[in-house]
């Protein structure tokens, strides 16, 4: 007879949902949803397969199917029919194959499910085989109990002769099954073998078999075998730390990123948990999702994930990963979410990073943008305990830029440092002291710097010499100024030209007591500082050849101009211009006994001409000082 459409098609949702319920193992809603949609009578035909028992609260209550096994080779036979065989009560062909594989489920009949449609991915055919594995052992278990009562009693109905017979071949007939239940990596090959491409491919994916080995327990297989593979690179030879980041390519970067992702917070958990397996693999595949992260500039989880390596891991990482960022800010924020994980616990791992990273970003940068070398210094400034690498960083840096010609940026190097470092560098000492003794009361610094910390104390020294030579350069700066304004004919009175002369005075007097400062520091400017071990153009003595010259030179002009200056005065009497002139003429005599004096060496850092011009300067001045003296005596 004909059957409308729409009835056809309710029928196959209904056998569908009811599929969809037996595959989550939830039998009792399906049989529900049957008596909803108006057939009970398959509810039933569901319903065949509860264990055959008695309530716990009373002895006289039963439960159950005490023929369930009759009912479950009934089952077996719905699923073994031809799609077009009466047993069939489906109204499509859609229908009669969801009816197949329910009823081949419901009987542990694995083969029927195998080779239907509906049943074509690589988690059908694992829950296929396993759930028949599964009621193999209950079947064996039933019967073996079955047999107990037949010894004891023939009043049970099941007891009978015929019906045993039956149960027996039907646990025979799911034998093959049995091989699962005490080795599920059988099923899981044998799934992988399937007759069908689509379950074979998607056996294959890295995901399904994370979870055939996860289910076995076999977590080393997953980290040597399965992933392993993934992320190791061929042309890497031996494990490092190093995240390559500069490299274009890895084996990692082609994977998915959940599947790196995922595989990460596999062995994080894993390694929690206390299972054994590869570490380094392990560590492999933590490297290739820090990697990740900082390529695609996640840099608030970096500091999370590299926690959780080992110490010289956490350190090369947390270098690589602040070098990598090149916004001084963002890298700033990179240093204080490290500083959560390690500041406190390991302050030594968090100092030895924070310097590491500074010296790898000025090296970077050498041939970039300076500003950028110097904004590595910031790195330094999160941790007052930092403040004396800081220093030492600041005078590493500031003899690259006076070894690369670049004089002008050692300023920019000391305005990086924050005004109270000496300060806290002081604390610091004292509250080392106090740790120590319990009483800072007669605490002296230096005494302190040269007892317990003769590095730190040469590292201050040179600091002080490059802030008295900033200052020098900055006072002779602003004196070149001031005189390149006040050239350009005479003054009109007496009044103007004074202001100018005391202005001029003032600003030359500046630059010649602070260019004096350096060349008479005491010890001798840089003369007592070490080298960096960066080469000998970074060394204290190319240092002062570079620098104590322009001192010398540089102050000789100041005074040479300031006569020329005076010289050229309108208004002023002839004895007034004499007496301005005078003193700028005793200080440039003057360099001739500072630059030879033993205690300050400045002479050393001269070269053959450079002596040959200075005493030529000296003995014009000499002469100019004589033929001045002549005139004020007249």
Same mark, same amino acid.
């Given at each position: 007879h004909h059957v409308d459409k729409d009835d056809v098609e309710d029928d196959a949702d209904l056998l569908k949902g009811v599929w969809q319920l037996v595959r989550a193992g939830r039998l009792k809603e399906a049989a529900d949803l049957?008596?909803?949609?108006?057939?009970?009578?398959?509810?039933?035909?569901?319903?065949?397969?509860?264990?055959?028992?008695n309530d716990d609260d009373s002895e006289l209550s039963r439960w159950g199917n005490p023929l369930r096994i009759l009912w479950k080779q009934m089952c077996w036979q719905f699923a073994e029919a031809r799609p077009t065989s009466n047993l069939r009560k489906g109204k499509s062909l859609e229908a009669r194959e969801y009816e197949a594989i329910v009823y081949g489920a419901l009987s542990g009949n694995s083969a029927a499910l195998l080779r239907s449609s509906l049943c074509e991915s690589w988690e059908d055919h694992c829950w296929a085989l396993l759930s028949a594995a599964i009621q193999y052992e209950q079947d064996g278990k039933l019967l073996h109990l079955l047999r107990l009562k037949a010894n004891a009693t023939d009043l049970f109905v099941e007891n009978q002769p015929d019906y045993l017979h039956l149960y027996e071949s039907f646990v025979e007939q799911t034998k093959s099954v049995a091989r699962f239940s005490s080795n599920l990596s059988t099923l899981f090959n044998e799934v992988a073998a399937s007759s069908s491409d689509v379950v074979r491919r998607q056996a294959s994916h890295p995901h399904r078999r994370l979870q055939s080995k996860l289910i076995v327990s076999d977590v080393d297989s997953i980290v040597s075998s399965i992933l392993k593979?993934?992320?190791?690179?061929?042309?890497?030879?031996?494990?490092?730390?190093?995240?390559?980041?500069?490299?274009?390519?890895?084996?990692?970067?082609a994977l998915p990123p959940q599947l790196v992702r995922f595989a990460s917070h596999f062995v994080l958990f894993m390694t929690a948990t206390g299972e054994t397996f590869d570490t380094s693999t392990g560590y492999l595949i933590q490297k290739a999702y820090i990697r990740h992260l900082i390529k695609h500039s996640q840099h608030n989880l970096v500091a999370l994930y590299a926690s959780r390596l080992p110490k010289d891991g956490q350190a090369s990482i947390y270098v690589q990963f602040l070098t990598s960022i090149r916004n001084a800010d963002a890298r700033q924020q990179g240093l204080q979410s490290i500083a959560k994980y390690c500041c406190e616990t390991c302050p030594r791992l968090f100092a030895q990073i924070t310097k590491d990273a500074v010296q790898v970003l000025v090296q970077l940068n050498e041939s970039s943008d300076d500003m950028s070398r110097i904004q590595a210094l910031r790195l330094l400034c999160l941790d007052p305990r930092h403040r004396g690498e800081l220093l030492h960083q600041a005078n590493r840096l500031a003899r690259h830029f006076v070894a690369e010609r670049k004089p002008s940026r050692v300023k920019s190097v000391l305005q990086a440092v924050p005004d109270d470092s000496l300060a806290v560098v002081h604390d610091a000492c004292r509250r080392h002291v106090e740790s120590v003794d319990g009483d800072a009361s007669s605490?002296? *610094?230096? $005494?302190? %710097?040269?007892?317990?910390?003769?590095?730190?104390?040469?590292?201050?020294?040179?600091?002080?010499?490059?802030?008295?030579?900033?200052?020098?350069?900055?006072?002779?700066?602003? *004196?070149? $100024?001031? %005189?390149?304004?006040?050239?350009?004919?005479?003054?009109?009175?007496?009044?103007?030209?004074e202001k100018r002369v005391k202005v001029l005075t003032y600003h030359a007097t500046n630059a010649i007591a602070l260019l004096f400062d350096v060349l008479q520091f005491e010890g001798g400017w840089l003369s007592s500082t070490t080298g960096q071990d960066d080469g000998t153009d970074v060394s204290s003595g190319a240092m002062r050849a570079a620098c104590l010259p322009f001192v010398v030179f540089s102050l000789y002009r100041?005074?040479?101009?300031?006569?020329?200056?005076?010289?050229?005065?309108?208004?002023?009497?002839?004895?007034?211009q004499q007496e301005l002139t005078l003193p700028f003429a005793q200080k440039a005599l003057q360099l001739a006994s500072v630059v030879a004096n033993d205690q300050y060496k400045v002479y050393e850092s001269f070269d053959v001409d450079q002596v040959k011009q200075l005493l030529h300067l000296l003995q014009q001045s000499a002469s100019s000082m004589l033929d001045l003296q002549g005139r004020m005596v007249l």
């Open positions: 049957c008596i909803q949609l108006g057939q009970p009578w398959r509810a039933a035909s569901l319903s065949g397969g509860t264990v055959c028992g593979p993934l992320f190791q690179d061929p042309s890497a030879e031996d494990f490092s730390w190093d995240l390559r980041l500069n490299t274009s390519a890895l084996p990692s970067d605490f002296s *610094w230096q $005494h302190y %710097l040269d007892e317990n910390n003769p590095q730190l104390d040469q590292v201050i020294r040179e600091f002080l010499s490059w802030t008295a030579f900033v200052a020098a350069t900055d006072a002779y700066d602003a *004196w070149r $100024h001031v %005189l390149s304004h006040s050239t350009g004919g005479g003054l009109p009175c007496f009044d103007d030209e100041v005074c040479a101009d300031a006569i020329e200056s005076f010289a050229d005065l309108q208004h002023y009497p002839m004895q007034a």
